[in-house]
């Protein structure tokens, strides 16, 4: 990639990390908490519309720079108008199932219409991205980033004016910002005209498109589990405690996975010639990395309360929940570098099922645990998984590395910081 595209990329990042950091800041200052809780429910639904297309924009991704590289034209109309066949026809039926569970809960019809729109205009916008993307077009990418993050920048004023529904109707217009223009609407025009839904590529594919939109999906909602589960469980006051709480943990996480995409490659690019070499550099990053972490989320725990006490008095987030929510990062280092073992190495599959494990954890603590935590319990759950997810993985890394089991200590120890970490807090609060 050239410095250009680099800049570029930095740039459009820049620009969506300020008008994020200003929208999150503003809007709930503008809403009750339950409103907030309502906005946060819709931002956990919105998260499964990349499920919409079966994972075949995954594969779109991984196979079309090269088939690009090697002219081939057929191919590349083939993915384009399969691809985008899928995503269209896709997001209508999640957006009407998205939409449905808001009003199913809710009764509020014309929010719920609302989210269907957004699944579908956001979905599609996306996948313009992709396109230009994958043909390293990154001024492209660059405008359309910076376009939808200053559109979206009218959340504020539509939540201020009009409540939950003007937040979404801002959505809609940001999207709809994007779909008019020219070169969007002439790209889709020449794919759906000039080349026809190609059913072979989908079931030549879908076998993989499904296991990386799992595994991506599913990992991201392991993650951010606290919040989530919420949404699904928990009043809607209590919903805006963790949605305020796991935007500050994902302005950290999204800076964690910037930080960790050149190790990533490089690992890739390590296993293909020697796997030591290859565990080695994991193992030496996660060294350096987890001090910092510890740190950090040390630092998160003693700051963000009385952050969120200046900034949202109303909305009353307990301190236990900012803790359990923030040691987790402490994991975080481990995670994203074996992940990429994992991958690297072909064993998707066992990091797909090393992914539903830890879930399956989490949502057994936080229907058992409630008696204890009571609303605090979703957060303790996202930890006691994410902490046992770090565990599982070292254990499957030890037997897929067996021949190195010597190199591994240092793993085992880091392993051993995720858990003694949190539980020396449970020791000294409760």
């Known amino acids: 990639m050239r410095l250009k595209h680099n800049i570029d990329m930095v740039l459009a990042n820049l620009v969506q990390q300020i008008t994020g950091t200003i929208a999150i800041l503003l809007i709930p200052k503008f809403l009750s908490p339950d409103e907030y809780g309502k906005i946060t429910t819709i931002a956990v639904l919105l998260a499964f519309a990349p499920l919409c297309d079966l994972g075949i924009s995954n594969v779109y991704t991984r196979k079309m720079p090269a088939l690009l590289a090697q002219g081939e034209s057929a191919a590349v109309s083939a993915w384009n108008a399969t691809t985008l066949w899928m995503k269209i026809v896709g997001s209508v039926i999640f957006g009407l199932i998205l939409g449905g569970l808001y009003e199913w809960k809710y009764g509020e019809t014309l929010t719920s219409i609302s989210i269907v729109a957004i699944t579908f205009l956001t979905t599609i916008t996306t996948y313009f991205v992709s396109w230009n993307t994958v043909r390293s077009d990154f001024a492209a990418v660059k405008t359309i980033t910076i376009l939808q993050a200053i559109l979206r920048l009218l959340t504020i004023p539509g939540a201020a004016f009009i409540g939950v529904f003007g937040w979404c109707s801002a959505q809609i217009i940001a999207a709809l910002g994007l779909t008019i223009r020219g070169d969007i609407r002439h790209w889709f025009r020449v794919n759906l005209h000039n080349s026809p839904f190609c059913l072979k590529l989908v079931k030549d594919n879908i076998p993989e498109a499904l296991q990386l939109v799992l595994l991506t999906n599913f990992w991201v909602q392991m993650l951010s589990f606290g919040r989530s589960y919420a949404a699904l469980s928990y009043p809607d006051a209590i919903t805006a405690q963790y949605g ?92 994203m570098s074996l992940g990429s073992l994992l991958i690297g190495s072909g064993r998707s599959a066992i990091y797909l099922a090393t992914v539903l494990a830890g879930l399956a954890v989490a949502f057994t603590s936080a229907t058992t645990l409630f008696g204890t935590f009571a609303y605090d319990t979703a957060a303790l759950a996202q930890l006691i998984a994410v902490s046992g997810f770090v565990g599982l993985l070292i254990l499957v890394i030890s037997i897929c590395f067996s021949e190195f089991s010597k190199q591994l200590v240092p793993l085992w120890i880091a392993g051993g910081v995720c858990g003694l970490v949190p539980a020396l807090y449970l020791l000294t609060t409760q």
């Open 244 to 335: 305020l709480v796991n935007a500050a943990l994902q302005a950290i996480t999204s800076v964690c996975i910037a930080a960790f995409s050149p190790q990533t490659i490089k690992v890739y690019s390590l296993l293909a010639l020697d796997r030591e070499q290859a565990l080695q550099f994991v193992i030496r990053t996660i060294s350096w990395t987890m001090p910092v972490m510890v740190l950090g989320s040390i630092a998160s725990i003693q700051l963000l309360p009385i952050f969120f006490k200046m900034a949202f008095p109303t909305y009353n987030i307990p301190d236990q929940l900012i803790a359990f929510s923030m040691l987790s990062l402490i994991s975080y280092p481990i995670i």
